[in-house]
C-alpha cells in the first residue's frame, strides 16, 4: 500500500486539492465540488480522510452509473491506495444536473465513535 507523503515533505497540495486538480484535468467539467467530510468521523482534526465529489461532465453522457464510479476511482487510484479512505461519488451528465442541482447531504457516520 502506498503511503500519502505529508510528514517528510511541507504539504504544498492538500488531499482536496489534488482531487480537484487530477478530476478537473480529465473530466473537464461543468460543475466540481470536492467536499471533505472527515470532520464527521473518527479521525484527527484537520484530517484529509473522507470525501464527497460531485463531477458533473459530458463524459459521462450514455456511460453506466456504475462505470462513472469506475471512471472517477481510476482517477484517483493514487489518493484511494494512500490518504482517502472513504470516497462518495455523485457523477452525473450536464442533462441530469440541469435537470436536478439536488446533492443529498452525508449520513452520519456510523463507524467509530469521536469519544
Known amino acids: 500500500m502506498r503511503r500519502w507523503l505529508t510528514t517528510t515533505m511541507a504539504k504544498a ?3 482536496k486539492a489534488a482531487i480537484e486538480k487530477k478530476l478537473g484535468d480529465f473530466f473537464k467539467p461543468t460543475h466540481l465540488q470536492v467536499i471533505n467530510e472527515s470532520h464527521m468521523h473518527n479521525v484527527p482534526k484537520d484530517s484529509e480522510t473522507h470525501f464527497k465529489v460531485v463531477v458533473v461532465s459530458a463524459k459521462f453522457n450514455d456511460v453506466k452509473h456504475i462505470e462513472r464510479h469506475r471512471m472517477v476511482n481510476k482517477v484517483l ?4 491506495d494512500g ?8 457523477a452525473k451528465t450536464p442533462a ?3 435537470k436536478s442541482q439536488k446533492v443529498e447531504p452525508s449520513p452520519s457516520c456510523r463507524g467509530g465513535s469521536k469519544a
Open 96 to 98: 441530469q444536473w440541469d
Open 77 to 80: 487510484t493514487e489518493e484511494l
Open 13 to 15: 497540495t492538500s488531499v
Open 83 to 90: 490518504p482517502v479512505h472513504a470516497l462518495s461519488v455523485k
